[in-house]
């Protein structure tokens, strides 16, 4: 199974500061038909996932544009400019190339 | 709007079995496929695996081959889980996702297997 490592595990920022998280996988996620099927979501306490990336860097309908995401084969990443409260919480990457798909073991954002 | 509105929370016996709900509304359930995650108390997502709400064709992720059953109730554009002969692990919230980017979730189930 592919293995998709985070870092930082946890993350202290506070309102307004830029931040990254880095997502590393085992395996190449570029797909035979040629896209990526790297997604980013976010889970606030208490709330279900949502999706904030896909495909590595589109961004989902309605998700703010302070979020973006970049990179390619094994290494990605994802950045926020200028954390806002609602931020908090804790992302995860996921991969949807290889079978079976897999999580990240997610990165908590908190506000220093 | 799209929604995926699961069942209320469940607390069973090790051995019993439970059938966990997810409706979607808002789409054509048959156009995408439906997903199912399991989060333990305090821990991270796990993929479970999916079905093809096209064919009712499972694939199951491999801690999830014995026990687990996805199915579908396609007129009434609802997915299930069941899961059979519970054990204490099993305790956990169990989410739906639409589609293979995940894109619309369940509020999830929280399911607690306690003697």
């Known amino acids: 199974d592919v293995v998709l490592t985070q870092t930082p595990p946890t993350l202290s920022a506070t309102i307004g500061q830029s931040v990254s998280i880095s997502c590393r996988s085992s395996q190449s996620l570029l797909d035979s038909d040629g896209d990526t099927y790297l997604n980013w979501l976010l889970q606030r306490p208490g709330q279900s996932p949502q999706l904030l990336i896909y495909s590595v860097s589109n961004l989902e309908s309605g998700v703010p544009n302070r979020f973006s995401g970049s990179g390619s084969e094994t290494d990605f990443t994802l950045k926020i400019s200028g954390v806002e409260a609602e931020d908090l919480g804790v992302y995860y990457c996921?991969?949807?190339?290889?079978?079976?798909?897999?999580f990240g073991a997610g990165t908590k954002l908190e506000l220093k | 709007q799209i929604q995926l509105v699961q069942s209320g929370p469940e607390l069973k016996k090790p051995g019993e079995s439970l059938k966990i709900s997810c409706k979607a509304s808002?789409?054509?359930?048959?156009?995408?496929?439906m997903q199912w995650v399991k989060q333990a108390p305090g821990k991270g997502l796990q993929y479970m695996g999916w079905i093809n709400t096209q064919t009712g064709k499972p694939t199951y992720a491999d801690d999830f081959k014995e026990r687990f059953v996805f199915s579908l109730e396609t007129s009434a554009s609802t997915a299930y889980l069941q899961i059979n002969n519970l054990k204490n692990e099993d305790t956990a919230t169990y989410f739906c996702?639409?589609?293979?980017?995940?894109?619309?979730w369940g509020q999830g189930v929280m399911v607690t297997v306690s003697s």
């Open positions: 996921m991969q949807a190339t290889h079978a079976p798909y897999t």
């Open positions: 996702a639409r589609a293979h980017y995940f894109d619309y």
């Open positions: 808002g789409y054509t359930f048959t156009d995408y496929a």
